[in-house]
């Protein structure tokens, strides 16, 4: 669970659900079963060309013992450090590089002691800008409902309660689900 929770795209993916859900202002809608399988399922189709190499290059010629266990963690941890590289911001590599007082190494020979932590640190930056940028316009509907129920004398009537209907509705004109998953995609 570990290497599926912090070594893949699913990371950032439910994050940003969680994001989305508080930013509807939603605290049981959609259940967090249902985000963690929709996350579950999209690393799972984002991460099958990974895995798929893994297969191929490690999995498969262990069984035909071909290769030792070794070779086989090796060749399986390559895909998956490739995948990771690319979604990591070099400052947060020189940074894990400083902390652990290594010398610069080349991409390829980094150690995973300082490539997962970068990655995870870079796949949280960048989860934070998406959810920073998905509560925007939720928190626009939030100013307005609340500046309309002062400007009628409705102080006491919490705006909450009339932005919620609102933020839905905006969410299912834009066609939310739709949106929010392609950017997800596409944002590896």
Do not use: C, H
């Amino acid at each position: 669970p570990g290497i599926i929770m912090l070594m893949t795209s699913f990371l950032r993916i439910i994050i940003v659900l969680g994001f989305l859900r508080s930013a509807m202002g939603l605290q049981t809608s959609p259940p967090n079963q249902i985000l963690v399988g929709l996350a579950a399922f999209l690393t799972f189709f984002l991460m099958m060309p990974v895995g798929n190499r893994i297969y191929s290059d490690a999995i498969v010629p262990l069984q035909n013992k071909q290769i030792t266990s070794t070779e086989a963690m090796e060749r399986a941890a390559k895909p998956l450090s490739e995948f990771m590289l690319k979604q990591t911001r070099p400052s947060d590599i020189e940074f894990f590089l400083g902390l652990s007082q290594s010398s610069q190494v080349s991409a390829d020979d980094l150690p995973m002691s300082v490539l997962i932590p970068s990655f995870v640190m870079s796949e949280l930056r960048t989860a934070f800008q998406m959810g920073f940028l998905l509560f925007l316009p939720f928190l626009v509907v939030d100013f307005v409902v609340a500046t309309v129920l002062m400007s009628m004398g409705m102080m006491m009537m919490p705006p909450v309660i009339v932005s919620l209907p609102f933020k839905i509705l905006l969410f299912v004109l834009v066609d939310g689900w739709y949106l929010l998953i392609q950017s997800l995609v596409t944002s590896f």
